[in-house]
């Protein structure tokens, strides 16, 4: 049987062996791979994300699935910002930043239009589930 966990592994293998033409995208939604460094093991890790258009790159839901916990590369986000991200054809490195407050809002409009299984992800978890902008940094 096929775990997510396995799932996620071949979806980083043909994302990566094709240059980022295959596994970008999942029906209308884009997925970056995106490289953080294990809070407790200094390692990189390396996970597919859905990602959603947000300002100069990207933002990513920690949704968890609606879980109650955070997921893991949410955590290493928060112990080490600095990440690095591929989506499609372009890598880049970024900061990763909470999307502020005031934003949130209308981001997760947006979101839901794009990828309605995050309306059922807020609605499930039992936390404020965090908007990540992976901040294109320049140069």
């Not at 490289?35 to 300002?55: D, F």
């Not at 699935?65 to 970024?94: C, E, F, I």
């Not at 930043?97 to 995050?118: M, S, Y």
């Amino acid at each position: 049987m096929l775990s997510w966990k396995h799932f996620g592994d071949v979806h980083k293998w043909l994302y990566r062996a094709s240059g980022g033409f295959l596994g970008a995208r999942m029906g209308r939604i884009d997925v970056a791979l995106v490289e953080t460094i294990g809070r407790k093991s200094g390692l990189p890790r390396c996970v597919p994300i859905a990602c959603y258009p947000y300002r100069d790159s990207i933002v990513v839901s920690a949704s968890n699935s609606g879980k109650d916990t955070h997921p893991v590369w949410y955590l290493n986000m928060q112990a080490n910002p600095a990440v690095s991200v591929q989506k499609g054809r372009d890598r880049y490195r970024a900061i990763a930043e909470e999307v502020p407050d005031e934003e949130r809002e209308g981001l997760w409009k947006t979101i839901v239009e794009i990828n309605a299984h995050q309306a059922d992800y807020l609605e499930k978890a039992q936390r404020k589930i965090p908007l990540v902008w992976l901040r294109r940094v320049k140069g």
